[in-house]
C-alpha cells in the first residue's frame, strides 16, 4: 500500500494544496496533532518512526490500510504502527488526531522525532506533500 499511497502523493503534487487547520496539544510526556479536514480533502501522511494512536473525533473518512481501504466514522480510534504510509479521504468534514508518547514540544523537532519527514514537508512548510482537496478521480484504488 506504501507504493500506492506515495503514487498518488506524486499526482497531488500537480494539483493545488489546500491547507488545513492544525492544533497542537502537550501534556506531561504526551503530544496530540488535531487536524481539521474538509469534506472532498485528500491526504497523504507522513511515514511515522513511532506505534501511536490516531483518533478520528468528528466525520467519517475513508482510510489506505496495509489490509486495504477501510472506512471510519467518528468516534473511532486505531493504533499506527512505524513505516505504515496512508492516505486519506474526508467524506465528511472530519477531525483526525495523532498522539504520540514524547516530551520535545518544539514543533520542527518533533517531525525529525517521530516521522521520516522532514517540517517542509508536511502541511504548511515549502515541500509540502500531504493535501489536496476535491481529487476523487485519483482515488479510485482507495473507494473499492
Not at 99 to 116: F, G, P, Q, R
Amino acid at each position: 500500500m506504501r507504493e500506492k499511497v506515495e503514487e498518488l502523493e506524486e499526482i497531488l503534487q500537480n494539483l493545488p494544496p489546500v491547507e488545513l487547520s492544525l492544533k497542537h496539544y502537550f501534556a506531561d510526556g504526551i503530544y496530540a496533532r488535531e487536524m481539521f479536514m474538509p469534506a472532498g480533502t485528500v491526504l497523504t501522511g507522513a511515514v511515522h518512526k513511532t506505534k501511536h494512536m490516531c483518533i478520528l473525533s468528528q466525520g467519517r473518512v475513508r482510510v489506505a490500510t496495509d489490509d486495504g481501504p477501510v472506512e471510519l466514522v467518528a468516534p473511532a480510534t486505531l493504533i499506527a504502527y512505524p513505516g505504515a504510509k496512508r492516505a486519506i479521504y474526508a467524506l465528511e468534514d472530519s477531525v483526525w488526531t495523532n498522539i504520540h508518547a514524547t516530551t520535545e514540544t518544539d514543533l520542527d523537532k518533533l517531525v525529525e522525532e517521530l516521522t521520516e519527514s522532514t517540517a517542509a514537508e508536511l502541511q504548511g512548510g515549502s515541500a509540502n506533500k500531504q493535501q489536496i482537496a476535491h481529487a476523487e478521480r485519483e482515488l479510485e484504488w482507495l473507494s473499492s
